[in-house]
């Protein structure tokens, strides 16, 4: 099974900041990589797809990046309501479907 | 708009078994495969089982095969989670999730969820 890791586990910024997450995959998946946004009590969202691809209607301040094992999600600037956690997950080799452990974003 | 939402979960006590529910609307259900995906409190996500869109394929997480079943109803358009010999750690909120089960998938559509406590 591929291992998703994500970094840093949890981070405090303010708003205005640019945020960068990274997930790193345990052996090559190419480009299928998604981000997903989970507010807190809600039902997680997909953010990105293929890694780079931007879901429709998902504000253009998220932006992805990245191939093989290495990965990054970027708030370019931190809104108050990108208070939550961000989950990266591959879909390269599946199953199973697996996602890393979490990043969760405080707001400063 | 697509619309999937779960029902079933409760209190169960170890070893005892739960049927979760998935009913969906706003979307062809007949042609889109189906996930569930569950995350225990405070912590991350967990896909736990697929099937295709008309039901010849399907896949478990390590964790729960040989203990759970997913099926689905066509012609009710309807997803089934059959919870069988259940364990403290299934304890979560379960999700219904509309995504794909061959190459490159997103999970594009979840439920609200519906949480199972298994406790004694």
């Known amino acids: ?108 | 708009q697509v619309q999937l939402v779960e029902s079933g979960g409760g209190v169960v006590q170890p070893g005892r078994s739960l049927r979760l529910s998935c009913a969906a609307s706003g979307f062809t259900f007949s042609t889109y495969g189906m996930h569930w995906v569950r995350q225990a409190p405070g912590k991350g996500l967990e896909w736990v089982a697929a099937i295709s869109y008309d039901g010849s394929n399907k896949y478990y997480a390590a964790s729960v095969k040989g203990r759970f079943t997913i099926s689905r109803d066509n012609s009710k358009n309807t997803l089934y989670l059959q919870m069988n010999s259940l364990r403290t750690e299934d304890t979560a909120v379960y999700y219904c999730v509309e995504g794909g089960l061959v190459g490159p998938t997103t999970f594009d559509y979840w439920g609200q969820g519906t949480l199972v406590t298994v406790s004694s």
Do not use: H
């Open chain 1, 1 to 108: 099974d591929i291992q998703m890791t994500q970094s840093p586990s949890s981070l405090s910024a303010f708003v205005g900041d640019r945020v960068t997450i990274t997930c790193r995959a345990s052996q090559t998946i190419r480009t299928s990589l998604n981000w997903y946004q989970q507010r807190p009590g809600k039902a997680p969202k997909i953010l990105i797809y293929a890694a780079s691809s931007l879901k429709s209607g998902v504000p253009s301040r998220f932006s992805g990046s990245g191939s093989g094992t290495y990965f990054t999600l970027t708030i370019s600037s931190l809104q108050p309501e990108d208070f939550a956690t961000y989950y990266c997950q591959q879909s390269y080799s599946t199953p199973p479907w697996t996602f890393g452990q979490g990043t969760k974003v405080e707001i400063k």
